[in-house]
Each structure stands twice: as structure tokens, then as C-alpha cells.
């Protein structure tokens, strides 16, 4: 099993941002691609960014190019998520994930974190 925690959730004013860290254990963490996805109130889990195994390669969905940077470090066995400009809109449960495969769909990722609040206020 890959456990995942999730830290830096928070309460911030719009334009403001946070930097979301997932820690993994228990399992070889350079193994595994990382994603990010997000869920708002009453919203279905929506995919937000994906980093390869390596770090090299990194894609993110529309809504938050550009403003949303995904990075890991294997030594650490710790992705994060840097979050800049933020909206309203992007007030949700984060979670972070890991697969095998390369993948925007949830359901590909075998191990979730429990997720961290993000509130952007406007």
C-alpha cells in the first residue's frame, strides 16, 4: 500500500495563494505518477494536474494553467501543488493520487490521500 497525506489546505483571499503538499510512504514513490484533482461541494471529483514519475512532464487541466505548478521530490517522496492567483472558483477538497498509468480519470489512481480544504474567498 502508498499512503498519502495531504497538508497546507487553508482559508486565502482571492489573488492570494497556498502550496499543497502530499507526503507518501509505504511503498516506492519514484514509482508512481502523481496527480492532483479536486472536489467541490455538490461537483463531481475533477482531475487538476498530473506529474510523470521523473518530474519531467507535467499537464494541467484549462481552468488552472498557468496559475498551477505540480512538482515532486523522489528523494522526499513528496509532490506538491503550488497554487497562485486563486479564485473563488477554486474552493474544493484537494486530493492527491498515484498510478501506473499515465491518466486524467480517477479512476486509474490507485491510492488517495484524504484530501485538504482549500476556501478562496472573494
Known amino acids: 500500500q502508498l499512503q498519502l497525506v495531504e497538508s497546507g489546505g487553508g482559508f486565502v483571499q482571492a489573488g492570494g495563494s497556498l502550496r499543497l503538499s502530499c507526503a507518501a510512504s509505504?511503498?516506492?514513490?519514484?514509482?508512481?505518477?502523481m496527480g492532483w484533482f479536486r472536489q467541490a461541494p455538490g461537483k463531481e471529483r475533477e482531475f487538476a494536474g498530473y506529474?510523470?514519475?521523473?518530474?519531467?512532464?507535467?499537464f494541467y487541466r484549462d481552468s488552472v494553467k498557468g496559475r498551477f505548478t505540480i512538482s515532486r521530490d523522489n528523494a522526499k517522496n513528496t509532490v506538491y501543488l503550488q497554487m497562485n492567483s486563486l479564485k473563488p472558483e477554486d474552493t474544493a477538497v484537494y486530493y492527491c493520487a498515484a498510478s501506473v498509468v499515465v491518466s486524467t480519470d480517477p479512476k486509474n489512481f490507485d491510492y488517495w490521500g484524504q484530501g485538504t480544504q482549500v476556501t478562496v474567498s472573494s
Open positions: 509505504g511503498r516506492t514513490f519514484s514509482n508512481y505518477r
Open positions: 506529474i510523470s514519475r521523473s518530474g519531467t512532464s507535467t
